[in-house]
């Protein structure tokens, strides 16, 4: 059974500063790696998606990279602002199980100005 | 481009009651996923819709069923309610059955009173 485990469960930086959000999986047979921002009581936004074959993906401030064999994935945001204020959430996709999505329970981030 | 769309956005229901939840796919989008986020958890995966036919089911009861219609757009129907039916529920639309982006709605809050 896919585990998707986050850590830290929250966490609290000025704003500003560079910081890194850790994902790991139990199955390393996955296939997509996703992540999400969600906001208090909304649905989720998808920031990026990392498919089997890469290593990572980039989009603006934000770098999320998939290690399979240590079966781990990093979201780094750079030059954090008080608007990056979300909870972030991975989901693993095995290739076996279409396009069903296993979560982790997310990192509540908070930036303060 | 209308994203994913989901109605209604808040519900209050009485136990024993049974609700139905809606949702449009982005346009050209064939996989409907539903989820049930309960406060400070992650999602938990409910159904997976393709062409019309269920391609997966997390562990729910029978009190919950879905379908899809020919436009593709889902409904998800909750049966007997009880109080820890009480949630966020998301609706999750992919290009295919696999190895695509999930994108997701803003999903409907049910209250079980």
């Known amino acids: 059974k896919q585990e998707v485990t986050q850590i830290p469960a929250a966490l609290s930086v000025p704003e500003g500063e560079n910081l890194v959000l850790n994902c790991s999986f139990t199955d390393s047979a996955i296939y997509n790696l996703q992540w999400f921002r969600q906001d208090p009581g909304k649905g989720l936004t998808s920031l990026l998606l990392?498919?089997?074959?890469?290593r990572e993906q980039t989009s603006g401030r934000l770098n999320a990279s998939l290690d399979k064999s240590s079966g781990r994935s990093t979201l780094y945001i750079a030059a954090s602002q008080p608007g990056d204020s979300a909870t972030y959430l991975c989901a693993a996709i095995k290739e076996t199980s279409g396009s069903r999505l296993t979560f982790g329970e997310g990192t509540q981030l908070t930036v303060n100005p | 481009d209308a994203g994913v769309t989901q109605s209604p956005t808040h519900l209050i229901k009485t136990r024993g009651q049974h609700v139905t939840l809606r949702c449009s796919p982005i346009s050209g989008h064939k996989s409907v996923s539903w989820y049930q986020q309960v406060l400070g958890q992650g999602p938990q995966f409910i159904f997976q819709y393709y062409e019309k036919e269920e391609r997966g089911r997390g562990n729910f009861p029978d009190r919950f069923s879905a379908r899809q219609f020919p436009n593709y757009s889902s409904e998800l129907n909750v049966n007997a309610l009880l109080l820890g039916d009480s949630a966020l529920y998301l609706c999750?639309?992919?290009?295919?059955?696999?190895?695509?982006?999930?994108?997701f709605g803003q999903g409907t809050r049910l209250t079980v009173v």
């Open positions: 990392i498919q089997s074959s890469q």
């Open positions: 999750a639309s992919s290009l295919a059955r696999s190895n695509t982006e999930a994108f």
